[in-house]
């Protein structure tokens, strides 16, 4: 068995000199145990990057090792929040005692939410992409997070470039007629009287915030319903029919472009005491368009968030 074996990264020096930002490892596949919204701790498949900066430019590199197994020790001894990753930090960088001074971890994963439907009741899954990024600069802790959620979306133009084909459709049926309520009620139910609907497409709202320091818990669930209640469209899980036609109903009463979209957003997080900042993006994934219509907004503060 070898002993002494060397160690290049401790002994040897920097072929050039120079200090870096970020050095680690990105893409971790890690297993969590994952505590937000004061709920039960629940597993999620995670994938991390984890970095130190480098400030000794003779160094030759640090120890990834080191960060790895800390991460490691997070997976199968604790469960990730707010006080873990806080001390995760801290952990990263006191490991590398005269290298590094700042610290950074990105925790990717799916977020799975038992939804309602809207009228029936029934239940099913959704699945929210989620984004916690937890950073370790001068002494200062800052960690965000980011959610995405799909709504619809439905064509302002559209709706009414429509209602004005149900109207000229309208006028030719019963020009100069006499017109009884049942006629016009049959004709309404009938393909000839829907003669043009507007377009509608799956949309996705991208929001990122910076949590305020005394936030103790992730709040992935209240972020959510704060998008999902100030849009009125979320895209749905288990439907029946009478969803579905609850669905038809809130895209009609709630027609929206981009900017609408991202001033309903901007509206919802303004008054929010939790997050000290945020960065919004709406995509909509155009159904008349081959391009799709984006609309990116932040809170403004100074020295905060920019498009």
């Keep these: 068995m070898l002993t002494n074996m060397p160690d290049v990264a401790h ?4 072929q050039t000199q120079g200090t870096l930002d970020r050095v680690g490892m990105s893409n971790i596949e890690v297993p969590l145990m994952l505590s ?8 999620v498949s995670a994938r991390v990057s984890a970095y130190v900066n480098l400030t000794q430019p003779e160094a030759k590199g640090i120890h990834m090792s080191r960060l790895y197994l800390l991460l ?30 700042s610290a950074q971890v990105i925790v990717e994963f799916d977020y799975h939410m038992r939804r309602s439907s809207l009228v029936s009741g029934k239940q099913g899954w959704k699945a929210y992409p989620v984004v916690i990024n937890g950073q370790l600069q001068q002494g200062e802790i800052c960690i965000e997070m980011q959610i995405d959620a799909p709504y619809s979306s439905t064509c302002p133009c559209s709706a009414a470039l429509a209602r004005q084909l149900v109207q000229e459709a309208f006028m030719n049926n019963f020009d100069q007629q006499s017109i009884s309520i049942d006629a016009v009620h049959e ?17 996705i709202a991208e929001v990122k915030v910076k949590l305020a320091d ?4 992730f709040p992935i669930k209240a972020l959510v319903d704060l998008v999902e209640d100030a849009l ?11 969803d579905e036609q609850e669905f ?8 929206m472009f981009c900017e609408d979209a991202a001033r309903k957003l901007q509206a919802a997080l303004l008054p929010q005491q939790d997050y000290r900042d945020f960065w919004l993006k709406v995509n909509h994934l155009e159904s008349l368009h081959a391009h799709d219509a984006v609309s990116i907004t932040t ?9």
């Excluded at 002994?11 to 920097?14: K, L």
């Excluded at 020790?73 to 005269?98: M, R, V, Y």
């Excluded at 009125?232 to 009478?242: I, Y």
């Excluded at 809170?299 to 498009?307: M, Q, S």
């Design 232 to 242: 009125k469209t979320p895209v749905q899980a288990a439907v029946k029919r009478e």
């Design 11 to 14: 002994s040897s020096t920097a």
């Design 36 to 43: 937000s919204d004061d709920a039960q701790a629940r597993p």
């Design 187 to 203: 004709w309404l139910g009938s393909t000839q009287g829907i003669v043009a609907t507007p377009h509608s497409q799956r949309s």
């Design 214 to 217: 005394n936030v103790s818990q």
């Design 248 to 255: 038809a109903r809130l895209n009609g009463q709630n027609l």
């Design 299 to 307: 809170k403004g503060i100074t020295g905060g968030y920019r498009p």
């Design 72 to 101: 490691d020790h997070l997976s199968t001894a604790d469960q990730l929040d707010i006080t873990t990753l806080k001390a995760l930090l801290q952990d990263f960088i006191s490991s590398h005692e005269g290298l590094s001074d």
